[in-house]
């Protein structure tokens, strides 16, 4: 079966008690029981709901793995993921992972003490040598934001598995539509599905999905225990924007190709970052593993007054944070994603003042072109 097909057809794309066409909203906290003892299969709604297992069920399949299980966020998963970890432990993780985990990281589990080093994970003998006994897991992302660096999947998950340790991944840029890096080995994916399986910039979830049912057990105990589990509307929202996945993503990223070539024309940009470029590094890696350069583009003013003025002289993508809903979104890393980010370490990244990244939403290309010409020939 095509994936495109696949995506339609989960097994639980039909409400099994009614024949529904959309598993209804299960809006309920708790579930009456016929026996005080044996209980039925629903019994409270932190712990399961039936239109969260109907999405739980969906990203599973999707991602090739054998357990789902859908977050209050992107940041919800990820921080649930690791609490498999304890004190003392200690984890690999990509240096320009989202900024989102590097706050959290360098902050709350610090404290409670799981260590971390970073590292450039376009290189795999880095992540090799930063392994140390203690070291649990090794945490990936790629394409990686904001500079789009390209992880190889299969040489990570390789020294995972070389080395004992867990293979972690975020596959929000991709989606599982263009990239499943379970395929190449990886034990844990993670989403923000806030971005592109949501699609259409209106609520916040987070997705973890688990290669062995046995790593998704502890996943499934953290989720109930610590509780930051996706309510039904938003997991029904979730649930409706994959069904439209593959026809947003195959045009967002044909947009995203368009508008990537295109800046590389224009005598203003210094750069542009996208994995779809032939002059990309790592871009073979990338389409081996991936199926296209996705749907965000970075790209390099001459400095942070012209990457401003771009910015404040734009009419059509939304100046915002996030991405991968269908309308475009701009935004600026400097003060926004990677704020957190102290100034020399950012520098240090190549995330410049001038830098700009573009999530590319469904407008005519040829539109959203025009809009940037204007504003970037504008002068003050
Ligand atoms: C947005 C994002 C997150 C965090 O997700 P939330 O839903 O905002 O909590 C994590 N990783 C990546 C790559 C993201 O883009």
């Known amino acids: 079966m095509d994936y495109k097909t696949h995506i339609l057809h989960t097994g639980k794309d039909r409400d099994p008690y009614t024949n529904a066409a959309s ?27 039936p239109t969260r297992d109907a999405l739980e ?8 793995g054998a357990r789902g299980y859908a977050f209050a966020s992107g940041m919800a998963a990820i921080s649930s993921v690791f609490l498999l970890f304890k004190p003392g432990d200690h984890i690999v993780v990509a240096e320009d992972v989202y900024g ?21 994970m376009t290189y795999p003998e880095k992540i090799e040598s930063a392994i140390l006994p203690e070291t649990k897991a090794i945490f990936a992302e790629t394409p990686s934001n904001p500079l789009l660096k390209i992880t190889d999947l299969a040489a990570v998950a390789g020294i995972a598995k070389k080395k ?4 972690i991944i975020d596959n929000t840029f991709m989606s599982p539509y263009l990239q499943r890096p379970i395929e190449f080995g990886f034990d844990i994916v993670v989403h923000s599905a806030t971005k592109f399986l949501g699609g259409h910039s209106d609520l916040i979830a987070g997705l973890a999905v688990t290669k062995d049912v046995q790593v998704g ?8 225990h610590f509780g930051a589990i996706l309510g039904p509307q938003d997991s029904w929202l979730i649930l409706r924007g994959i069904k439209t996945l593959s026809a947003r993503m195959d045009a967002q990223q044909k947009n995203a190709q368009f508008i990537a070539e295109w800046l590389s024309t224009q005598p203003a940009v210094k750069r542009v970052y996208y994995p779809g470029l032939a002059s990309h590094p790592g871009r073979d890696i990338h389409l081996r593993q991936a199926s296209g350069g996705g749907a965000v583009v970075s790209f390099e003013l001459e400095n942070g007054d012209a990457a401003k003025n771009v910015l404040s002289r734009i009419t059509l993508p939304l100046m915002a944070v996030s991405l991968g809903g269908v309308e475009s979104i701009l935004s600026y890393p400097a003060t926004m994603s990677h704020a957190a980010m102290p100034p020399s ?26 809009d940037l010409r204007q504003a970037m020939e504008a002068k003050e």
Do not use: M
């Open 23 to 49: 598993i209804p909203i299960y809006q309920v906290s708790t579930f009456a029981q016929d026996d005080p003892v044996e209980f039925g299969p629903y019994e409270y709604g932190r712990s399961t709901n």
């Open 57 to 64: 069920h969906t990203i599973a399949l999707l991602e090739r």
């Open 100 to 120: 989102g985990t590097y706050r959290v990281l360098t902050t709350i589990f610090q404290r409670w003490g799981l260590k971390h080093t970073f590292v450039d």
């Open 164 to 167: 004992g340790v867990l293979a």
């Open 217 to 224: 057990q502890q996943i499934k105990s953290i989720q109930v």
């Open 345 to 370: 370490e950012r520098a240090a990244r190549g995330i410049t003042d001038g830098l700009v990244r573009l999530s590319v939403g469904l407008e005519a290309p040829e539109d959203l072109c025009e």
